[in-house]
């Protein structure tokens, strides 16, 4: 069975805390959107966000494969009539073929939140859809608060529905406004209403109770033919029904068609794009997308995986576009490490010699606080160095720092570094934010005079954790660095309890690393 | 009904990726469960972990008021027997009164996984509870691939649940354990299971689908009475089901009975004080416990929510500890402020200047990344300076910090530093850890020639976070530092680009704290 599926991330998913799309970043996810399979994008407020309207006129311009535009925009006010609704206009004036309009399905809310009676309140959405409907429009309408008010008073709920349907609405989404409707209540609510009216049903749902997207598959089970919702589930709140989530259950596990499965294949791709755009940190623990989804750290599960794959994983990685991947840690065994060198040096056998002394190797790091699961430059070059193929590129000769006290006028902590390439010296200095920013500077500054392919590299990311803090400042840190080079991305690791020394080993990786990936010795 | 509750954030949740947990760590969080009221909580798996085994020696001496600890471990292997092995062995010795042993319940992982046949299986597990359970323990059983199983093979799996009865487990705990199966799956097999079996039933539910709360909230509908799951849901891959979300909705909704009602209130800070201890960043928008859970953006929902709270809040969301926000939340965040200022200022009110001062200060410290949640030392300072209240007890004359290169024989870093109090200067030195070691004692041992009772002091504790972590070395830090003088506890914060300046900044509050506490400051 065909599912119609309705994304909000541009205006549901812009409410969430902390999101802000621009026009730009707007028109580049609708096109990932489309390129996706969404069958429907809302793509903005225009009654209440002047820079929505902005958006759709350039929108017009998009030539979309599979997407149809939605305007979204609140029903007429009590009182007065929906022709002369300055916001009703709006959302007419975007363009679009489709117009979502949204009112109120509670006694409750009518009563309390507007003030009106719950006559009045038909009246309105009776009104509004007939004005948008009228102007050649198709019209969705959100039926808000539905869930609550079914249970506050079934005949008014159900009352809204006759209203949308006669008002000439093409499709009614049955929300639960403010996320806190449990699945099975969902799933009996839905059932009651798809026997009642023959008019497509939607399902809204919000991620208060944490069970937003059981709601929604419990509402397409029981009738709902439209499923509305976010990209990485972003929302107001707790978030929206997460599309990342509805969407690989509905068509891997139950059957239904949402988009051709080669589409599905983008799905982590376009998890990870829209984060990037949004500016939001991406969830590597979300489930099908999730860098970490089909990550193996446990030595037994690494084991049975490649035995049997579905022992830990519940479906195939690429068929949401992801990938396996397994961890080296304490708990894990050999065969990870195997999986590894096998790369590196591929006659080598679970009982090489090689193995047992890299495994010796990490086992004697990580028992001095290191940890490689995050950090697969450095274990790499671990694992070059137990092969023996490590190559010296350079020396530090001396490195002095000079501090200057905190809080002082000149903030800059000062770096000197003496390094020895080849038998030949090289000495200089740099300033930085603190000291290890200084010696990240220095560092690089004395090597890009023999390595100049390091100016291509640049430190992304840099993350400190305290081990055991209970020894407060003397505690030992593991300082984790991120870096690039523009093509390729690999962390390193350093630990100590001095964090400048945590720091500089981390960063002596990284460095290495590059120099390494650069003179071909990974292949 | 009563459901129990079964916390395996120190043993499942240790394997999500990026999660290590120090002994003493473990100790502190099995301390937080305790007083939340978890019935069970699996604290390790001392067959496969030695670092376990320590931690259940120390976990002995912990007085628990609700909470009985577990351990942890694996079925004996094929072809061997169950009281020679080496592991069981090991789980006998932690000590516990009830130990958690896993084994598989499904044909296909049988044959491929361990290659035992089937009937070796009930075998392993036939022997490996029994003798766990003639040394006196109670035994719960880890039905591995449960639902899996089922569905391949419903009789053997039944066969697994008769093996483990006869040979004395307590419990059988259905485990969903490729994290793929769907709510209305897990509630089929749970209830047929429940049939079958006399014994009580678990459910572990991962969350590979995004659906574990929904799952386990299933299987408690459909029979059974105990949970397991993690704090935050943290586990691998995708994590574990969240029991910040699973116990909430079984109480708040329906009616079950997990932990006495003023425990639920303990939840929100339960969760951050695991995020917190893990290092990982916690998640703002989780449902219930999360700061954004109540938060409200949009001015209509603001109002809505004034008129009608459930309008968009599921809950109270005092009944989990959490807090309505809002961006208007000026005039609630002056209130809270309020009763602060009002235990140092009987007589201000909420519009005094003192109090508006104090809120702009908070303001422009929080905007350079300052959150005093956790640093009420620092915070009730800043109220003490805004009152006009505070004493000048020492200012920093000069220091000069000396730093060998690292990992070089001589790992101490050096710290000279001069102080003066009411004129009188006192100069001297310290080595330490690192530069902050260094400095901290250097600033104490310098200080106690005026300030005697400051050698009661001892730093307990120094976590650093880093913000806006894209700009690399050079991104700002937050140091928190934990500090206490044998009777009390204090926190208190610096925030700086530079890890020693932001170190130095929460030191000199610390040291700050303790003095005016002494001096009767803050009566």
Redesign the interface.
């Known amino acids: 069975m065909k599912i119609c599926l309705y994304d909000t991330t541009l205006r549901d998913g812009a ?3 902390g999101i802000s799309f621009t026009t730009e970043d707007k028109l580049r996810i609708i096109a990932a959107l489309d390129d996706f399979g969404m069958h429907y994008i809302e793509a903005g407020n225009p009654g209440s966000n002047p820079k929505d309207a902005e958006l759709f006129k350039k929108a017009a311009n998009l030539k979309l494969k599979n997407a149809k535009l939605t305007a979204f925009g609140s029903t007429c006010r009590a009182g007065a009539a929906a022709p002369g609704d300055a916001a009703l206009k709006k959302t007419l004036e975007a363009g679009t073929e489709i117009v979502t309009i949204f009112g109120k399905s509670g006694r ?2 009518v009563e ?2 507007i003030g009106a009676t719950a006559a009045e309140n038909l009246r309105i959405i009776y009104d509004s859809i007939k004005f948008i409907s009228d102007s050649g429009k198709t019209v969705f309408f959100d039926a808000e ?1 539905f869930f ?1 008010g079914y249970k506050d008073d079934a005949d008014y709920a159900l009352s809204v529905l006759r209203t949308a349907c006669s008002a000439g609405a093409s499709a009614v989404i049955l929300c639960d ?8 209540e969902i799933a009996e609510v839905t059932r009651r209403a798809a026997e009642y009216t023959a008019l497509p049903l939607g399902i809204h749902c919000h ?5 937003a ?2 709601g929604t ?1 419990a509402a397409v ?1 029981n009738g709902a033919v439209q499923v509305q919702g976010t990209v990485n ?1 972003f929302g ?4 929206t029904a ?1 599309l990342c ?1 509805v969407v690989p ?1 509905l068509q891997l ?2 059957g239904y068609e949402c988009v051709p499965a080669e589409n599905l294949k983008k799905l982590t791709q376009l998890a990870r794009y829209a984060a990037e755009i949004s500016n939001t ?1 991406f ?6 997308v ?1 860098g ?7 030595g037994m ?1 690494i ?2 995986v490649n ?2 794959p ?6 195939p990685p690429s068929s949401v576009g992801n990938t396996r991947s397994t ?1 080296v840690s ?2 894990a065994g050999r065969a990870a490490l195997l999986n590894k060198m096998a790369q590196l040096a591929p006659n080598l056998t679970k009982d090489s010699r090689e193995i047992k002394d890299a495994l010796s190797l990490i086992k004697s790091y990580e028992n001095d606080g290191y ?1 490689f ?2 950090a697969e430059g450095s274990l790499e070059l671990l694992l070059l160095r137990s092969l023996g193929r490590r190559k010296m590129f350079f020396s ?1 000769e ?4 000079v ?1 200057s ?3 002082g006028g000149d ?1 800059k ?1 000062g770096a000197l570094i003496k390094i020895k390439v080849d038998g030949i010296e090289e000495i200089t200095a740099a300033e ?6 200084a010696l ?1 500077r220095a560092l690089r500054k004395a090597l890009t005079t023999f390595y100049p392919r390091l100016a291509e590299m ?13 020894a ?4 030992k ?1 593991r300082v984790l ?2 870096s690039s080079d523009g093509s390729r991305v690999w962390r390193t690791v350093g630990v ?6 945590a ?3 981390a960063l002596l990786d990284s460095v290495e690393y590059k120099l390494s990936l650069d003179y071909g010795l990974f292949m």
């Open positions: 409410q969430g805390p409750l809310h309390k939140i608060h609550d406004t403010n996320g806190g409707t449990l699945p099975d991620d208060d109770g944490g069970l997207a059981a598959i089970k589930g107001e709140r707790c978030g997460n989530v259950n596990k139950l940190a969830n590597e623990n979300a489930p099908y999730g970490h989804a089909f990550t193996h750290k446990a599960h084991d049975a035995k049997l579905s022992s830990f994983e519940h479906i961890l304490e708990i940890q699961e995050n530090v001396t490195f002095r720092l501090l006290e905190p809080n903030k902590a930085g934010d603190g000291p290890v920013n990240d640049k430190l992304i990311d840099f993350k400190v954790r305290v081990l055991d803090s209970g407060a400042t003397a505690a840190v660095i991120e100590s309890t001095d964090i400048i020394e720091s500089w080993n």
